[in-house]
């Protein structure tokens, strides 16, 4: 099953993501981290469809994708 993991310490609260999704299962929350900046999360990640366009889109970096087994990661940190 498709799912997604954002590492909230790399986001920078673009927003980017959130309004890539087409499924709209991203929200930003309504804490901030160290560096803050509200950050993005998946608010229903069981209808996540491993489409990737969240991670192609998010200029930092900070989303991986995971889909059948295989764990795909654009950049390395
Ligand atoms: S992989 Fe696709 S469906 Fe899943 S959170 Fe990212 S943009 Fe949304
Ligand atoms: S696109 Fe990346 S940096 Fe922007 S809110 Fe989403 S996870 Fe954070």
């Known amino acids: 099953m498709p799912g997604v993991t954002i590492d909230k310490n790399h986001c920078k609260g673009c ?3 959130v309004q890539a999704c087409p499924q709209q299962i991203l ?3 309504k804490e901030i981290t160290v560096r803050g900046y509200f ?3 998946a608010h229903d990640p ?3 469809i491993g489409c990737m ?3 192609i889109t998010c200029p930092d970096a900070a989303i991986e994708v995971h889909s ?3 764990q795909y990661q654009l950049f390395a940190y």
Do not use: Q
């Open 68 to 70: 059948n087994g295989t």
């Open 27 to 29: 929200s930003m929350s």
């Open 53 to 55: 366009i969240c991670a």
């Open 15 to 17: 927003e980017l993501c």
């Open 46 to 48: 069981s209808r996540c």
């Open 39 to 41: 950050y993005a999360y």
